[in-house]
């Protein structure tokens, strides 16, 4: 470790879209126009920027309006918004003649990475955080340090000290009870990668397992991709369910929806979760599912079906043998099981939270909890913790039993980022004012 002591306001754990929309907040935050600047230091253990780079397949569009980027909801004027990229890129009067509110997925990417090309001084990538300790001192901990290993080829180790952490590690890649990933067997998470990896000229059949937009994307794709496979999609239901993205049901994912969830019973907010859950989770835009339905349609008038739906079903077991893999499938209409051999198997199973607990270590020893023994998170993200830890930790994503379906989402990325920059802020005048 180096000699030169690192002390930040602000210490970003990961740099996906959450943190990147924080940096673009404290970039634009009042307190640089003052003189006083809330320093900050990113770090990332991906080599790059990437946001679900495995999902950029040709023909997905975002499911949210070009709108809800990195600021603009925040501040309209902002040179991070996606309009000020689409000038940059001289494609502002193409993309107003598309008249299109969703863009691609490919090209929202482009534009994370656009707005990350100017903040390569203040993040680090490869690097991974290998501890966070409070510091052995008498009174109130008003700092934590944490130390990082580069993953690359230096190996080496940086420790820097932060008044501030900001968590935003991502989700976690959720599989099927008993199945393991493999060359054969894939979590949509990966599934670009491992398919240009794929000889495909020996793929016969492929199944996919979900019900949501992953699940249906992937199926479109490989079917449009191998013309000579057959695509068996799985699904517990009997078709995939349409997202309502009907002006009233996206209220919830306005910033104001917030609040009502925050400050609401725990009835009411069981009842965000049933009455909504439809506008995000396990569900499917409508153009996509047309677009399955014709697929299929038109194999049948040709006399070729090769997109399978196995709807009603659920996959038991999971064996591999070479380069065969043999799934015992149970029927829920008929309480029967049956065989199923296919070349790959894709899981588009979604996600599990984020969970900051093992990422926090003896950090994690002075955070409240409820009395579910989930964490205990204020209205501004920050969790709550004992009275001898005044440093703020604060959390952009694994909040959704405190802050509901928008916690983690791109939704609500740009008021998120500029209400953790502004607690960071007047927490800090605070302390200041207390020094004196």
């Known amino acids: 470790?180096?000699?030169?002591?690192?002390?930040?306001?602000?210490?970003g754990i990961g740099f996906g879209p959450s943190n990147l929309s924080l940096a673009v907040a404290l970039e634009e935050h009042e307190s640089k126009e003052s003189g006083q600047p809330l320093s900050a230091a990113f770090f990332e253990r991906q080599p790059t920027?990437?946001?679900?780079?495995?999902?950029?397949?040709?023909?997905?569009?975002?499911?949210?309006?070009?709108?809800?980027?990195?600021?603009?909801?925040?501040?309209?004027?902002s040179r991070f918004s996606f309009i000020s990229?689409?000038?940059?890129?001289?494609?502002?009067?193409?993309?107003?003649?598309?008249?299109?509110?969703?863009?691609?997925?490919?090209?929202?990417?482009?534009?994370?990475?656009?707005?990350?090309?100017?903040?390569?001084?203040?993040v680090t990538y490869s690097s991974e955080v290998l501890s966070i300790k409070l510091p052995r001192a008498d009174g109130p901990a008003d700092h934590v340090e944490v130390e990082m290993r580069d993953t690359g080829s230096r190996g080496a180790t940086r420790l820097v000290k932060a008044r501030n952490i900001v968590v935003s590690t991502g989700l976690v890649p959720k599989m099927p009870s008993g199945v393991?990933?493999?060359?054969?067997?894939?979590?949509?998470?990966?599934?670009?990668?491992?398919?240009r990896k794929l000889d495909q000229s020996g793929v016969k059949r492929v199944a996919v397992?979900?019900?949501?937009?992953?699940?249906?994307?992937?199926?479109?794709?490989?079917?449009?991709?191998?013309?000579?496979?057959?695509?068996?999609?799985?699904?517990?239901?009997?078709?995939?369910?349409?997202?309502?993205?009907?002006?009233?049901?996206?209220?919830?994912?306005?910033a104001d929806a917030v609040d009502d969830y925050y400050h609401g019973t725990q009835r009411s907010k069981d009842s965000f979760w049933r009455y909504h859950k439809n506008t995000n989770y396990?569900?499917?835009?409508?153009?996509?599912?047309?677009?399955?339905?014709?697929?299929?349609?038109?194999?049948?008038?040709?006399?070729?079906?090769?997109?399978?739906f196995l709807n009603l079903s659920r996959?038991?077991?999971?064996?591999?043998?070479?380069?065969?893999?043999?799934?015992?499938?149970?029927?829920?209409?008929n309480d029967e099981t049956y065989q199923l051999d296919v070349d790959v198997l894709i899981c588009a199973t979604g996600y599990d939270s984020m969970e900051p607990t093992e990422l926090l270590g003896e950090l994690e020893g002075h955070c409240l909890r409820d009395q579910e023994g989930r964490f205990r998170v204020e209205r501004d993200y920050r969790l709550a913790t004992t009275a001898d830890v005044s440093c703020g930790v604060y959390l952009q994503g694994g909040t959704e039993h405190t802050h509901g379906l928008a916690s983690s989402l791109l939704s609500n990325i740009a008021i998120r980022s500029g209400e953790i920059a502004d607690s960071i802020a007047e927490r800090r005048s605070t302390r200041q004012y207390s020094a004196a």
Not at 1 to 11: A, R, T
Not at 282 to 305: K, W
Request: charge should be negative.
């Open 1 to 11: 470790m180096g000699s030169k002591e690192e002390v930040y306001e602000v210490v």
């Open 49 to 77: 920027l990437g946001w679900h780079r495995n999902m950029l397949l040709p023909s997905a569009k975002m499911q949210i309006s070009f709108l809800k980027d990195l600021a603009t909801f925040r501040n309209p004027a």
């Open 85 to 122: 990229y689409l000038h940059a890129a001289g494609r502002l009067a193409q993309f107003v003649n598309n008249q299109e509110f969703f863009p691609t997925r490919q090209e929202f990417h482009d534009y994370l990475e656009w707005a990350e090309s100017s903040f390569a001084d203040r």
């Open 180 to 195: 393991a990933r493999d060359e054969r067997i894939w979590h949509s998470s990966e599934f670009l990668e491992k398919f």
């Open 209 to 254: 397992v979900g019900a949501g937009q992953s699940a249906a994307e992937i199926v479109r794709f490989v079917y449009d991709a191998l013309p000579d496979a057959t695509v068996c999609a799985i699904m517990p239901s009997y078709g995939y369910s349409i997202a309502d993205d009907t002006p009233f049901a996206n209220r919830i994912f306005d």
């Open 282 to 308: 396990g569900v499917v835009d409508d153009e996509v599912i047309r677009d399955l339905h014709q697929r299929q349609y038109d194999d049948e008038v040709r006399g070729t079906p090769r997109l399978e």
């Open 315 to 333: 996959v038991d077991t999971v064996k591999q043998t070479g380069d065969d893999v043999r799934l015992t499938m149970h029927s829920v209409r």
